[in-house]
């Protein structure tokens, strides 16, 4: 592997990150300056803000894309195959394919992959990655997920550098990392040169001990002429061991995402940076009520010069204490602004109003619950919709797309589910189509319901095959039919029961008949 030294890579690509990091940063400090610092910056030195509005706005509308692109009751991925495709797999039409339920059984099949990349989101810790990952994504517009040795990890941009191609193809990235000496040999899996240990890391993220105890692990994939990334791993310009890898596209553990992508940009946007304008006069606003406030709150008593009231025997006096003195002599400070302070407020309340309706905080469509159903999930999906206009749509490509697809592979690379032909293709479920798998079984019941509305109940059973119907619907339905609809074998096996207990119950009482009328036996 003839490539630049990682390191080299980095610092190149360095410059163009850092004028999108400073942006970055700025709609952190509008919202939460906390989920993207500057480098060099610890939660310390964070500055004052006076307005929690965008923080909650973050939170909410990251909740509800995690909720809509990532549910936890059903599957967020569906395999698909066309018609085509079905019948060059079965090797037949698919009439005949449906007739022998050889379709439904590929879709069967197909769930339980579903099920399986679910499940691996659900157990594999990527859950409240991907939570944090739509705030940063929000906030900052870009985000990395590593699929590292001890699990998925969220980075953000002070710690990683990305190339794309005009048309958003990710070219390079490079992946920094400060790691303790002490553990790296085995954090690693691979025994490190002495060079290696020697070297120190020169990141100026915070780090425990100093960076004369830490080492820079750099992180990289190129992308080659055949579309698919060399993956390695380098300490001091020099390669580790062991991780010298090559991955094909969707299968590559540094997966960099972005909100908004730029045609001809390697960075994205954030949702924030559209709303700078609102937060950033809210926040003078909010600074310039709360300041003054402050100051009006403040009481100060001044008393006439040369009058019989002391400001000493007052400024002593207890509650409800009998003191000699004019009460025309006293009187309060005040800063009579509240005509001006009042046109401030209602500025305020309507910034507060148009954000609160951008960032969906006066939605009541969800429930406060544990769990939501798919009705819901479906309103809130066309409510993101309408608010973030094709940007959400967008995410599913470029967001929901990359991780489904990785999980996928990863799992197919694993052993844990079966390898897929090249016919199967993975559709993300994301949009107002595709929230759930059940509109396939609206469909069926309007056509049964339809169906038994024109023709008699005998004509529809002679034409209908009940098996397949049962099989889609629990597909559909995210169920498995093998565990609530019995086997044609099973069938079968009930019914020859059945016409033999018939069968004994019609001739059993002529039997009896036939052995009274026979006479007794000699004696």
């Given at each position: 592997?003839?490539?630049?030294?990682l390191?080299?890579?980095?610092t190149a690509?360095e410059?163009d990150r850092?004028?999108?990091?400073q942006?970055?940063?700025?709609?952190?400090?509008l919202?939460i300056p906390?989920v993207q610092?500057?480098?060099?910056?610890?939660a310390?030195?964070?500055p004052q803000?006076?307005?929690s509005?965008?923080?909650?706005?973050?939170?909410?509308?990251?909740?509800?894309l995690?909720?809509t692109?990532f549910?936890?009751?059903?599957p967020?991925v569906?395999?698909?195959?066309?018609?085509?495709?079905m019948e060059?797999?079965l090797?037949?039409d698919?009439?005949?394919g449906?007739?022998?339920?050889?379709?439904?059984?590929?879709?069967?099949?197909?769930?339980?992959?579903?099920?399986e990349?679910?499940?691996a989101a659900?157990?594999?810790g990527?859950?409240?990655?991907?939570?944090?990952?739509f705030?940063l994504l929000?906030?900052?517009?870009?985000a990395?997920?590593?699929?590292?040795?001890r699990?998925p990890?969220?980075v953000?941009?002070?710690?990683y550098?990305v190339?794309?191609s005009?048309e958003?193809v990710?070219?390079?990235?490079?992946?920094?990392?400060?790691?303790s000496?002490?553990?790296a040999?085995?954090?690693?899996?691979?025994?490190l040169?002495e060079?290696?240990?020697?070297?120190?890391?020169?990141?100026?993220?915070?780090?425990q001990?100093?960076p004369?105890?830490?080492?820079?692990?750099?992180?990289g994939?190129?992308?080659r002429p055949?579309?698919?990334y060399?993956?390695?791993?380098?300490?001091?310009?020099?390669v580790?061991?062991?991780t010298e890898?090559?991955f094909?596209?969707g299968?590559?553990?540094?997966i960099?995402l972005?909100w908004?992508?730029?045609?001809g940009?390697?960075?994205?946007?954030g949702?924030?940076?559209?709303?700078?304008g609102?937060?950033?006069?809210?926040?003078?606003i909010?600074r310039?009520l709360t300041?003054a406030?402050?100051?009006m709150?403040?009481?100060v008593w001044t008393?006439r010069?040369g009058s019989a009231t002391k400001p000493?025997a007052l400024a002593?006096?207890?509650n409800?204490?009998i003191?000699?003195?004019d009460?025309?002599?006293?009187s309060?400070?005040?800063?009579n602004?509240?005509?001006?302070l009042?046109q401030a407020q209602l500025?305020?309340a309507?910034l507060?109003?148009?954000?609160s309706?951008?960032?969906?905080l006066?939605s009541?469509?969800?429930?406060?619950a544990?769990r939501?159903?798919?009705a819901?999930?479906?309103?809130v999906s066309m409510?993101?919709?309408d608010t973030?206009?094709?940007?959400?749509a967008?995410l599913?490509?470029?967001v929901?797309r990359p991780?489904?697809?990785y999980?996928?592979?990863?799992l197919q690379r694993e052993?844990?589910?079966?390898?897929?032909?090249?016919e199967?293709?993975?559709?993300v479920?994301?949009?107002?189509?595709a929230?759930?798998?059940?509109h396939?079984a609206?469909?069926i019941?309007?056509?049964?319901a339809?169906?038994?509305q024109?023709?008699p109940?005998?004509s529809?059973?002679?034409h209908l095959?009940?098996?397949n119907?049962?099989?889609?619907l629990?597909t559909?339905?995210s169920?498995?039919?093998?565990?609530?609809l019995?086997?044609?074998e099973?069938?079968q096996?009930e019914m020859q029961?059945?016409?033999?207990?018939?069968?004994?119950?019609?001739l059993?009482?002529?039997?009896?008949?036939q052995?009274g009328a026979?006479?007794?036996?000699?004696?």
């Open positions: 592997m003839t490539q630049q030294p390191r080299a890579r980095y690509l410059q850092n004028i999108w990091l942006r970055a940063h700025k709609s952190a400090l919202t906390s610092l500057l480098d060099g910056m610890t310390e030195n964070l803000t006076f307005s509005l965008g923080a909650r706005g973050v939170n909410n509308l990251g909740a509800r995690s909720m692109l549910p936890t009751e059903q967020f569906r395999l698909t195959i066309s018609q085509s495709d060059a797999l090797g037949l698919a009439e005949q449906a007739e022998g339920g050889l379709v439904s059984e590929i879709e069967e099949n197909l769930l339980r992959i579903e099920e990349v679910a499940s659900d157990h594999g990527w859950r409240p990655v991907i939570a944090e990952m705030r929000i906030v900052s517009g870009n990395l997920l590593y699929d590292g040795p699990g990890m969220l953000d941009m002070r710690r550098v190339r794309r005009p958003g990710v070219e390079e990235v490079v992946l920094r990392q400060a790691i000496k002490t553990n040999e085995e954090v690693l899996g691979a025994e040169t060079e290696q240990l020697a070297s120190s890391s020169d990141a100026t993220i915070s780090m001990g100093g004369e105890r830490h080492v820079d692990l750099y992180t994939a190129v992308l055949d579309g698919k060399d993956y390695w791993q380098e300490i001091a310009g020099v580790v061991e062991g890898r090559s094909k596209q299968d590559c553990p540094l960099p972005r908004a992508p730029v045609y940009e390697h960075w994205g946007r949702f924030v940076e559209d709303l700078e609102d937060l950033l006069a809210l926040h003078a909010s310039a300041e406030a402050v100051v709150s403040k009481v008393t010069p000493k002593g006096a207890q409800g204490a003191i000699t003195g009460p025309d002599d006293v309060c400070i005040s800063a602004k509240g005509n001006d009042a500025m305020k309507d507060i109003a148009s954000l309706k951008a960032m969906l006066n009541g469509i969800q429930r406060q544990e939501v159903t798919a819901e999930i479906r309103a409510e993101l919709e973030l206009g094709g940007v959400y967008s599913a490509t470029n929901q991780i489904t697809e999980l996928l592979n990863k052993g844990k589910v079966t390898k897929l032909p090249k199967v293709r993975p559709a479920v994301g949009g107002l189509d929230i759930t798998r059940n396939r609206v469909r019941q309007q056509f049964l339809a169906a038994q024109s023709l109940p005998e529809i059973m002679q095959r009940v098996d119907v049962l099989n889609d629990a559909s339905l169920l498995s039919s093998v565990q609530y019995k086997t044609p099973e069938i096996a029961a059945a016409q033999e207990q018939q069968a004994f119950q019609t059993a009482p002529e039997a009896m008949k052995m026979q006479p007794p036996p000699p004696a």
